[in-house]
């Protein structure tokens, strides 16, 4: 099956900064890729929905400022989690999608202290 | 609203045995469904898809769909204890969507040695 790689896998950084997570389809091109997010035992959110080249169209609820997708080639797109706070600590999973299928990240882990 | 619901379990079977998974979804302009297996503390990994009504196998997994009764499940013949993980059943929205997965909560299986 088709590769999807994240960076960083696990991040520890302080409330009040920003991090930035990075998600590659290795190979192949991925026009729409997908960031999910969830927390322990819960199941997966969808965030937003990145097309390459165009505005991230974020789900109900998801704070497009605070979240901010770049999805700048077919085969990246960041997720910056601006003036982190605690509560957005969470386990973060990009997706690609290849024709019709949908490969994941092995995801990043985010705690904000 | 569309919807895919799972028995959230935990399903406990023991070494050998088959495990049934089951799932259904709202919408019956659904034409594609998945299921991804997610360990714990892992990101989600894509087991099985199928199309169209019927059986379709691969190894010791079996996924079955029945499009009248909008219900598909997943059949884990000779459970193994590395089978016990949480099974996510997908379901891609009709053509014309972006092709975004609705998944459900998920079914967490637990095979005891």
């Known amino acids: 099956g088709a590769v999807v790689s994240q960076h960083p896998s696990w991040v520890i950084c302080k409330s009040g900064t920003s991090v930035k997570i990075e998600c590659r389809s290795l190979d192949f091109q991925a026009t729409t890729m997908f960031w999910y997010r969830q927390f322990p035992k819960q199941s997966l959110m969808l965030m937003a929905t990145s097309n390459e080249g165009s505005k991230a169209t974020y789900e109900q609820g998801v704070e497009k400022d605070k979240f901010l997708i770049n999805h700048a080639s077919l085969t990246l797109s960041t997720l910056t989690v601006t003036s982190a706070h605690p509560e957005d600590s969470s386990f973060y999973i990009c997706?690609?999608?290849?024709?019709?299928?949908?490969?994941f990240g092995p995801g990043t882990r985010l705690t904000v202290t | 609203q569309k919807e895919v619901e799972q028995n959230s379990g935990p399903l406990s079977v023991p070494e050998g045995a088959i495990a049934s998974l089951n799932c259904t979804y709202s919408d019956r302009g659904s034409q594609s469904f998945f299921w991804y297996r997610q360990y714990s503390g892992k990101s989600p990994e894509l087991i099985m898809f199928?199309?169209?009504?019927g059986d379709k196998e691969d190894g010791r997994f079996t996924a079955q769909l029945n499009k009248a009764s909008q219900y598909v499940s997943l059949l884990i013949r000779d459970s193994q204890p590395s089978d016990s993980a949480t099974y996510l059943c997908?379901?891609?929205?009709?053509?014309?969507?972006?092709?975004?997965?609705?998944f459900g909560k998920g079914t967490k299986l637990s095979v005891k040695p």
């Open positions: 997908a379901v891609n929205l009709p053509p014309g969507s972006q092709g975004n997965l609705i």
């Open positions: 199928i199309y169209s009504n």
């Open positions: 997706s690609a999608k290849d024709t019709y299928e949908q490969y």
